[in-house]
């Protein structure tokens, strides 16, 4: 039973969801800007539809192209069902990102002047059942002597504040670049895709936060990857991406355990 707080219901579910449970593979998939609902406590957080179905509200393309990669890996995958509007999961309660009341253009009006009662409520509904989900799962696996390979994969707008943006798969990475690394090393043959290192955000942006609050503390080889994301709008390409990156990452895992 999903337990009542000020934000959620019984109706609005779980905040957060597990593909392929039993997954036997090493790498453990996160996806935290995947979902875009609202509790219905928020209402609308007074913005249009079209902002609500925006990249300012999720990440479009990014679950569906985890849900693949997820499959052809066996691998875990960790989803949030939640608008990034309503709560960052990418972020600790104590950034200024956790809760944005304005995102680029948009003034959020349903984020701004919130209490610290306000904002911790929205930590506690949705926030730290998704931090405890991915801990737990990580514990379970190294209590079972199974190893963990932490990849979270994202989107991002081909064009912001006007700028368009020639990169089409960003790899990024905090202080542990072991994985990173070697993933960009393997890209280099590839002309498929405009591949580049903590691009088009880096660990400065603050976008790391799940990596080091989950991978790095325990040693865990990990990255975050990003898509730009009009080259996953549509089922055709959401799969051509997932192929790609599985291929690339299933390579490059197989390539270290060697070496």
């Known amino acids: ?55 300012i509200a999720w990440d479009p393309g990014a679950l569906p192209v985890a849900m693949i990669m997820a499959r052809q890996l066996d691998a875990v995958l960790i989803h949030q069902r939640f608008s990034r509007l309503a709560y960052d999961c990418n972020r600790p309660p104590e950034s200024p990102g956790a809760i944005r009341d304005v995102s680029e253009v948009y003034q959020i009006p349903g984020n701004a002047n919130l209490t610290d009662g306000e904002k911790a409520a929205r930590a506690q509904a949705i926030y730290l059942p998704f931090r405890s989900r991915i801990a737990q799962e990580i514990a379970a696996r190294r209590a079972a002597g199974r190893p963990t390979v932490l990849v979270t994969v994202h989107s991002f707008t081909p064009i912001y504040f006007g700028q368009p943006r020639a990169v089409e798969i960003g790899i990024l990475h905090e202080r542990d670049a072991r994985l990173a690394d070697a993933l960009l090393k393997a890209a280099e043959t590839t002309h498929l895709y405009r591949i580049a290192r903590n691009e088009p955000y880096g660990p400065t942006d603050g976008v790391t936060h799940t990596l080091e609050e989950h991978a790095i503390p325990a040693g865990l080889l990990n990255v975050m990857i990003e898509v730009r994301n009009d080259l996953i709008q549509e089922e055709t390409g959401q799969g051509v991406v997932a192929d790609f990156l599985t291929g690339l990452l299933g390579e490059t895992l197989a390539d270290m355990h060697r070496s």
Do not use: I, K, W, Y
Request: proline share 5%; net charge negative; aromatic share 0%.
């Open 1 to 55: 039973m999903l337990a009542q707080t000020h934000l959620l219901t019984e109706a609005d579910g779980q905040p957060v969801a597990v593909e392929n449970p039993q997954g036997r593979g090493e790498v453990l998939l996160v996806c935290e800007h995947g979902g875009r609902l609202l509790p219905a406590s928020l209402g609308t957080l007074g913005l249009s539809a079209e902002a609500l179905s925006s990249h």
